[in-house]
């Protein structure tokens, strides 16, 4: 049972990391016309399949398979949110309610780092909790109509769940992995081949000398039914109407028009734009009319980029990988906050560069808009700091054999995501990783204060609370 004592330092991250990221949209709305400052790339496209769906439930006119969403690219958990949120408060208010119930989100993720901190040692618990509740990539992301924060949250309980099952085997602990994995997946698709990687994994860490040991096996068989019953509708509904197997109709756009290009500019540095304005003529060329079927045009784009893919060769889609992972990892969120990114300026696809590191040297240093350039290069920096003080506390982890099962929990969810998003480099795409992150930062500023023996009341790294 939870104590008052134990509760206390829970709620006050909640409440500070709330008031950090509604205090940061109540700027971004002063400072941008109407909703526009919550907006992203993607952000109008989910306005109106919200207010199309919204407008349906009002009107009582959502029969049998259409409770799943209006479209097979949007997974239903997100849909349900956004799409409450411009029912109970109408067109004009339901973006700023969703960023607000987004806040709400991402301090539970801070809740969560806290309590994963925790489980590795108390010490850490506070510096992690303190770091998510200012992470700059946190904060802005979640000021955005995106599908990302809430994604994130699964994300840090599965994660959190896993821990949590790696020292006791529990069914409960199952079932929280399951059922977060299944939201996660509900809400983006990208985390479900995760659960093909994760249960193994949790498996071979748990012990080898219990590797057959019925209850344990059957906690993780658990886990992976829950997630199975979670989206089995969404893969009903696609099979029942669409005639696929298939989660979401996105991945042949997705790897046609985003992964080719960037692949092409790893090879022989040809600009996005163009490799992506080919693909889409020859797309027109060989396919006259859109196919009805979104899965059947998503199967067609997927051919077209497996025929690109295989003339380019392995050598650049390792370089572009690679190139993108180091993005990723490095790209900093203060840019992204409309205010800012609507600044005047070349954007980082179409800076011009004869490699990858000549194209990022051209965008960090020779931006045609001063005052971009320099907030960038100010969280470039802010983002190395943090990255050293991550790997000061992944060392001070390493050197605890208690904490191995977790740290590679942690690891291997870095890989993955790192892995699935590829040559796509934005923060936008490192949130998933970002609660893990933080509680190594955590355990990084402890080492870096000194703190090195456990304080009073700390428990063994590697528990669970």
């Known amino acids: ?22 205090l940061y949209v109540l700027v971004v709305l002063s400072l941008t016309p109407g909703t526009s400052g919550l907006m992203g790339p993607d952000s109008v496209g989910y306005v109106e399949i919200a207010s199309k769906f ?12 259409d409770w799943l969403g209006p479209t097979p690219h949007l997974m239903p958990l997100f849909v349900w949110l956004i799409s409450l949120c411009f029912l109970t408060f109408g067109p004009e208010h339901g973006p700023i309610a969703y960023v607000l119930i987004q806040g709400m989100f991402d301090a539970g993720t801070c809740v969560i780092v806290f309590t994963m901190a925790s489980a590795l040692a108390p010490r850490y618990a506070m510096p992690a909790a303190v770091a998510a509740v200012l992470n700059p990539t ?3 992301l979640g000021g955005f109509v995106y599908t990302d ?15 949590r099952w790696l020292k006791g085997h529990s069914l409960r602990s199952a079932i929280l992995i399951g059922a977060a994995l299944g939201a996660a997946a509900l809400t983006r698709v990208l985390v479900v081949p995760f ?4 249960l193994p ?7 080898r000398r219990h590797l057959f040991d019925a209850c344990r096996v059957g906690t993780l068989v658990v886990a992976g039914l829950v997630t199975a019953v979670l989206i089995a509708p969404v893969v009903a509904r696609n099979v029942a109407v669409y005639g696929s197997w298939g989660l979401t109709a996105q991945s042949g756009m997705h790897t046609a028009f985003w992964i080719v290009p960037l692949v092409q500019e790893a090879k022989d540095s040809t600009p996005y734009a163009v490799t992506a304005e080919e693909m889409h003529r020859k797309a027109a060329a060989r396919w006259k009319e859109t196919p009805a079927n979104p899965f059947e045009e998503s199967r067609n784009y997927a051919e077209l980029a497996r025929e690109s893919m295989l003339t380019l060769g392995v050598v650049p889609i390792a370089k572009a990988w690679v190139t993108g992972a180091v993005i990723n990892l490095g790209a900093p969120a203060i840019v992204l906050p409309p205010p800012i990114a609507n600044l005047p300026r070349t954007g980082f696809f179409a800076t011009p560069g004869s490699s990858a590191f000549e194209k990022i040297q051209n965008y960090l240093f020779r931006s045609d808009n001063a005052l971009y350039a320099r907030l960038l290069l100010l969280g470039v920096a802010g983002v190395a700091l943090c990255r050293i003080g991550q790997l000061l506390g992944l060392a001070s982890l ?31 795409y490192r949130l998933p ?33």
Request: charged letters at 10%; one cysteine or more; hydrophobic letters at 55%.
């Open 1 to 22: 049972m939870t104590t008052g004592r134990h509760l206390r330092p829970l709620l006050t991250v909640f409440a500070t990391a709330l008031a950090v990221r509604w």
């Open 54 to 65: 919204a407008a349906a439930l009002s009107y009582g006119t959502l029969h049998g398979w």
């Open 138 to 140: 946190q904060v802005v």
């Open 149 to 163: 924060t809430v994604f994130c949250f699964f994300c840090a309980a599965a994660i959190y769940g896993s821990m």
């Open 195 to 198: 659960l093909a990687v994760l």
């Open 201 to 207: 994994f949790l498996w071979a860490a748990g012990g």
């Open 398 to 428: 390493a050197r605890d054999r208690t904490a191995w099962p977790a740290l590679g929990l942690f690891v291997l969810w870095c890989a993955y995501i790192l892995a699935v998003n590829g040559p796509i480099a934005s923060p936008k």
């Open 433 to 465: 990783i970002e609660p893990v992150l933080m509680v190594m930062l955590g355990a990084g500023i402890t080492a870096a204060a000194g703190r090195k023996n456990p304080v009073s009341g700390d428990a063994p790294a590697g528990s669970a609370r």
